[in-house]
């Protein structure tokens, strides 16, 4: 390894010499010391401005410092700001050079950043950041300022430029504020911001019209929710408009057409918009519409959770076609929909995850022993297996069957057991007590157990009443710590 490849040596770019005093040039990132400096850079004319300076002579695009200095900054593109630091991409202003330092640990708190700054009166002579430079900074109680703060005459802490200082006028408004705030008050310097980013956003539409509506609908916004909320929900608000270009001819968008585009959740996500189409354009969504197609929306993410291409996903896919014509017969809802591809879905699962393609009773079994509230909702589904794909499932059989109810029995008492280690301390334990003491003792059905509330139980010496469809049910007090329930 050379001294050069050396990545804690500073040494000169030409001939790699080390231990330099003061280097005589810094071109592009390289340090050239005096000798290197005067045997690579050579006197001739700039190709830019046509002046004399010293250029390097491998480099025939190279330009002479003068020009160098009224290039744009790299970063911000901003030019006549004073120069930070020359990479070997060009010119960095002084503010953005920070960005170009390298990341170092604060010398404080150990966080990196590339920031790192001696703060004299702390006399601590440490590097740190810019959270630890300002630990001392507090809120000014007159200009609401991060400032280090002194206290006034009459004893409240107030920043330096307050203190000191007599109120101004707002360069806009001509309002008077304290002498800590910048030119503008609040109110000028928000509705700023607003239209500067206005500016520069508005560039992303295409169309001349929608561009109009766009500025519409911001002075609407800045008059409904103030210039401060406006300029922070802006960027947000201007994707509205972007994803819904196509639809902003020459017109106005009809609420279905908003719908179809960005469906009930990106409606959902723009309220302040449909608010504004509402009220100024009368345009609003039904909400039989929003919930037919947050239903249509779920139903597919539901499908969608099934591997494509396969057999599943054809077999869910074919028994939502034949439910899509029900509900066109007028036979069926959406929502009755969602409600039966729901455990279809959550059964081919059970079957991808055994290795098999389609269900069998065994299947079954294992999904209803683990949800046993959707025995009614897959019944559906197993006809259409039966039907269509001859799977000669005997679901009626086995939902009346002994085994079943026996399983789903013992998967109650497991629940009850779970509790075996732990008391009855809060209401929510309580809950889960009486659920499902009245599903295992009193055969209370699951969609019935999940009625209970806390007001309906009444505690009583030797255990709980409990007040359920106008009938009554008795349940012990269970020490969870001392006993175990057993069949």
């Known amino acids: 390894m ?13 001939c790699n010499r080390v231990n330099i005093d003061k280097f005589k040039k810094r071109y592009k990132g390289n340090k050239y010391c005096s000798t290197c400096y005067a045997r690579i850079f050579k006197k001739r004319t700039c190709p830019k401005c046509g002046e004399y300076a010293r250029l390097p002579k491998n480099d025939d695009e190279a330009i002479c410092n003068e020009c160098i200095k009224k290039q744009p900054c790299i970063r911000c593109n901003q030019a006549n700001k004073p120069i930070g630091t020359l990479t070997e991409y060009g010119r960095v202003c002084n503010s953005c050079s920070v960005y170009f330092r390298p990341i170092e640990r604060c010398e404080r708190c150990d966080t990196p950043s590339q920031k790192l700054t001696h703060i004299s009166r702390f006399g601590d002579d440490l590097r740190v950041c810019p959270k630890c430079s300002t630990r001392d900074y507090e809120t000014c109680a007159s200009c609401h300022k991060y400032r280090i703060l002194e206290q ?12 000191n200082n007599a109120q101004k006028k707002c360069k806009q408004c001509d309002v008077m504020i304290p002498a800590g705030y910048p030119d503008l008050c609040d109110n000028c310097y928000w509705h700023k911001n607003l239209w500067e980013k206005a500016r520069r956003n508005i560039k992303a539409l295409q169309s001349h019209h929608l561009q109009a509506q766009y500025e519409q609908y911001l002075l609407w916004l800045e008059d409904k929710v103030g210039a401060n909320k406006a300029a922070l929900y802006l960027n947000k608000h201007t994707h509205f408009f972007i994803k819904t270009e196509e639809l902003w001819t020459d017109t106005i968008p009809t609420a ?15 309220e302040l918009v449909t608010y504004w189409l509402d009220e100024v354009h009368h345009i609003k969504a039904a909400l039989g519409d929003k919930d037919f197609c947050s239903q249509q929306d779920q139903i597919e993410k539901l499908i969608l959770s099934l591997a494509q291409p396969s057999t599943a996903y054809d077999v869910v896919m074919s028994y939502k076609g034949e439910l899509d014509i029900k509900m066109k017969d007028g036979k069926t809802s959406i929502r009755s929909i969602k409600l039966a591809i729901k455990p279809a879905v959550a059964l081919m699962h059970y079957v991808c995850a055994s290795g098999a393609a389609l269900p069998n009773l065994d299947h079954v079994k294992a999904y209803l022993i683990d949800f046993s509230g959707q025995a ?21 059989a086995f939902k009346k069957s002994k ?4 399983k789903r029995k013992q998967k109650i008492e497991d629940e009850i057991i779970k509790l075996a280690n732990k008391e009855l301390n809060n209401t929510e334990d309580l809950l889960r007590w009486v659920k499902h003491g009245l599903r295992y003792f009193h055969n209370v059905s699951y969609v019935d157990s999940l009625k209970v509330r806390f007001e309906m139980i009444t505690e009583a010496d030797d255990g709980y009443s409990i007040l359920l469809n106008n009938q009554s049910y008795w349940l012990p007090k269970v020490d969870f710590q001392n006993r175990i329930l057993t069949n």
């Open 2 to 14: 050379t001294l050069a490849q050396l990545p804690h040596e500073q040494g000169c770019s030409g």
């Open 152 to 163: 006034d005459d009459t004893g409240a802490k107030i920043c330096k430029k307050c203190r």
């Open 376 to 396: 009614a909702a897959l019944t559906g589904f197993i006809n259409f297996l039966n039907k269509n794909f001859d799977t000669s499932i005997d679901y009626l």
């Open 403 to 406: 085994n079943f109810n026996e």
């Open 256 to 270: 279905e057409q908003l719908l179809a585009v960005l469906r009930t959740s990106g409606l959902r996500k723009f």
